[in-house]
């Protein structure tokens, strides 16, 4: 048996990749930053939700900020790395928007008057990112597009 590809998607999925952790970053980019509204909004179990936000902090996406001390109560405040998958989110709000529904539960007003329709775009030219403008540069050694290479 091979090791699986090494891949940043996958590491990324290890912290991020879970319903609920999804759900709680959507919490957190609308404001919401107490694990009772948390619970309330995404309807989570108890348990499963305090799991996840702990795991989003011990990986950095999220900081656990205290706001009472008696009784000792804290709120869950993105961090510079947990901000950065807002396109993430809203790309993928975006796909099921299209796919999954009718009708989209909420719609973003860009500040230039128009609805939000998000697209990745190079950062170097403004282009939108299509399939056929993309090459792969695989920088593992002993790993290219199907796989991993044979010795």
């Known amino acids: 048996m091979h090791d ?8 990324a999925l290890g912290v ?4 609920y952790s ?16 948390m619970v309330r909004n995404i309807g989570a179990p108890r348990d499963i939700l305090a799991t996840r936000l702990r795991a989003l902090v011990e990986a950095g996406v999220l900081a ?6 008696r009784p000792p109560r804290s709120e869950y405040h993105l961090t510079d790395a947990g901000r950065e998958l807002r396109p993430v989110l809203l790309t993928l709000m975006s796909w099921g928007d299209r796919h999954l529904t009718d ?4 719609v973003f007003r860009h500040s230039c008057g128009s609805d939000l329709d998000p697209v990745v775009v190079c950062r170097a030219c403004g282009e939108e990112v299509r399939e056929t403008a993309l090459t792969a540069r ?6 290219g597009p199907s796989g991993a290479l044979s010795a």
């Open 4 to 11: 699986p590809r090494p891949c940043s998607i996958a590491d």
């Open 16 to 19: 991020i990749g879970e319903k």
């Open 22 to 37: 999804l759900l709680v970053l959507r919490e957190a980019f609308w404001g919401v930053r107490r694990f009772d509204a």
């Open 64 to 69: 656990k900020v205290p706001y009472s001390e």
């Open 103 to 106: 009708r989209p539960s909420v």
């Open 138 to 143: 695989f920088q593992v050694p002993g790993w």
